[in-house]
């Protein structure tokens, strides 16, 4: 049963994974950029909603429906102040200035809030379970779950029923005839990342409730998230989401064999399924 055990919580434990990844497929799939500092863009975010209920004393709830906005209009302004200036430079020119993104963004998080780990109070939710059976789930888990869950199917709706999100396929597609037919690349880019940084701060805050956190946690989340959209398939959500779930569990079962082999577990399952399958689990992309 202690197997079981592992693998529910590492099911539970995709879902954030799943949902921190979501953004880092979606601009991929939009624009085949990586964004390096996606990580610490959740991170920035967890601090925010930590200020916003600890120093302004906001709801917790009231806090994050209040952050994941803020951040979205953030990920426009980047995209439309500098990223989209970097695309016109070539591929590897986005990828810089996100990394100089995040650098920066990193040491204004140390400066402002020093190095010290802090966490996000959620009270009795934090401790709160369900009984399924012989085995407890955490509340608190099943809803960071079901939120990754929501979050991913939200948005490959939104792709797909939406003027807009049928837009942002055709140009993915081919921008040169998307551009003749009178779309706006740069608007169009705009919204992508503003609703990739916009499910990352949601992901940073669920990520700040559940652990402790400083402000060069943000590499370690890139890598989760980098993980599970590369096992899952670059660009494709639904394969990120596949792609967290499998992540999760193999790090839960490989803390059931030794606590010190979690994340190493995750990692090895990471390269075996580059060797055996560099395009990811669902190798389709998020226009498909």
Do not use: K
């Not at 802090?118 to 939710?125: H, K, P, V």
């Amino acid at each position: 049963m202690d197997w079981v055990g592992a693998v529910v919580q590492g099911i539970l434990l995709g879902g954030q994974y799943a949902l921190l990844a979501c953004g880092l497929s979606l601009v991929f799939g939009v624009m085949r950029i990586v964004n390096l500092a996606h990580g610490v863009l959740a991170v920035a975010a967890a601090y925010v909603v930590l200020w916003l209920t600890v120093e302004v004393s906001l709801p917790l709830l009231l806090g994050v429906v209040v952050v994941v906005p803020l951040f979205a209009a953030l990920g426009y302004a980047l995209q439309r102040g500098l990223l989209n200036r970097a695309l016109r430079q070539g591929e590897l020119s986005p990828l810089l200035v996100s990394f100089g993104i995040g650098v920066v963004l990193t040491n204004l998080l140390q400066e402002t809030f020093s190095a010290d780990t802090r966490s996000i109070a959620i009270g009795d939710l934090g401790t709160a379970g369900v009984s399924v059976g012989p085995l407890t789930v955490g509340v608190f888990a099943l809803v960071t779950c079901a939120a990754g869950v929501g979050v991913i199917a939200a948005v490959q709706l939104f792709l797909a029923r939406t003027r807009t999100g049928r837009a942002m396929r055709a140009t993915s597609d081919d921008p040169e005839t998307a551009q003749l037919m009178g779309i706006d690349q740069r608007h169009l880019y705009g919204l992508a990342t503003a609703i990739a940084v916009g499910t990352v701060a949601l992901a940073g805050a669920f990520v700040g409730m559940s652990t402790q956190f400083s402000p060069t946690y943000g590499d370690l989340v890139l890598i989760f998230a980098f993980e599970a959209v590369i096992i899952g398939g670059l660009g494709s959500l639904w394969g990120t989401l596949w792609g967290g779930l499998v992540l999760g569990v193999a790090q839960t079962v490989g803390s059931q064999l030794d606590p010190a082999y979690g994340v190493l577990a995750g990692h090895v399952v990471f390269l075996l399924v580059l060797l055996v399958r560099p395009s990811g689990l669902m190798p389709r992309t998020v226009t498909a």
